[in-house]
């Protein structure tokens, strides 16, 4: 019995949750609706998460399929198969990218109908989404008689829909942009050794290996894995002066080709933090307001789940935040003095404590004990419905 509850429980609660997404959005357009099915929103219930789930299960099989493909002997067993499973992932994409066209104009940036959708169509994540279902349709409209194998390999870009469902993408590319002026520093020095590598290899392995070395555009290649430390041995200079010189730019290569890669960690790093930072800050600013709702702790657990942080963190932090209030209060009496300023802040403090309770996942059953005339008085039932 106990393991047959380990798997109900799961499907009860995605079945609870459907339910409450259906009644608390039945008064909503169709439109907000399908905005919030597929985007983490504080009216999603979670719902968004179950087509999210679909979609990388389309992906990761797509991407599959097409990587049996290419073997000759998986290919001519499975080959129906392989082709049901596709004409199945890209109508799964297909309806996915015409309903996110339809409910962009949720987001503030694209809320004109006709100029948003335009505007949504060229973004970076619509157009990974059309690119992934481009060739299948590619492949029907145009003639046969042409060769359309290349496309095959383009149906590998199914594998970018991807980044949608996970905020490391963002952080790395707000870690490129705080340090782009480094990496293009980096990027000179990186070009310079290969051009001054390939000149130098050209000058002292042409005579006798004018095959290999047969120009310095030609000798660049070298350059590049001689530089990288990569070394597929193809390409060997056979002079003296042709080896000295490989080792010591192999020494230099070591340290010039690893500068991007420390620096994009470090970068990475320290974008995370501030991220992290940042929202800690926006849970403290939202908590010592007077406006913190059901709906602003739903935002920040969103927030959370982008940075990959437990949504206990919360919690933490209004601890946190609560422990700084009481050493701040402590710090500013002085010994044998009631302030009137101590009395404050543990009214709000005991303020801040039921709404916390108000806002709580367990808020309906302790409602349920307020509510109840024989346990509660007027002035307590009247104070909880001020908190909600």
Known sequence: MVNIAKFIQPLLNVLNNIGKFVSKNKNKSLRQNIFALLNPTPHS??????????????????????????????????????????????????????????????????????????????????????????????????????????????????????????????????????????????????????????????????????????????????????????????ITPITPLGRLMTVIVSFVGIGIFAIPAGLMASSFTDQLRLDRKTFEDDVRKLVTSDKFTAEDRENLELEAERLHLPKDVIQEIINRIDLDKEEHISDGISIGEVSIELTLEEYRKEVNILRRLALSEHAHLLEEQINNPSKTTQLERDIWKTLQ
């Open 45 to 234: 219930y979670e719902v968004n998460k179950y087509i999210d789930y679909v979609v990388i299960l389309a992906v990761l099989t797509s991407v599959i399929c097409i990587i049996l493909e290419t073997v000759q002997e998986v290919n001519s067993v499975w080959s129906t198969e392989f082709k049901t499973l596709d004409i199945l992932t890209v109508t799964i994409f297909s309806i996915e990218y015409v309903l996110r066209v339809y409910s962009c104009c949720e987001i503030q940036s694209y809320s004109k109908p006709i100029r948003g959708r335009m505007l949504y169509i060229f973004s970076p994540s619509a157009l990974i989404d059309l690119l992934a279902i481009s060739p299948f349709y590619i492949s029907l409209i145009v003639n046969k008689s042409i060769d359309l194998r290349f496309l095959r390999i383009f149906r590998l870009t199914r594998l970018l829909k991807l980044t949608r469902y996970t905020g490391t993408l963002n952080t790395l590319l707000k870690a490129v942009q705080r340090e782009k002026y480094v990496l293009m520093a980096a990027a000179f020095m990186m070009i310079l050794m290969i051009i001054l590598t390939a000149s130098l290899g050209y000058m002292f392995e042409h005579d006798t290996q004018p095959d290999k070395f047969e120009s310095i555009p030609a000798s660049m290649y070298w350059a590049v894995i001689t530089l990288a430390s990569v070394g597929y041995g193809d």
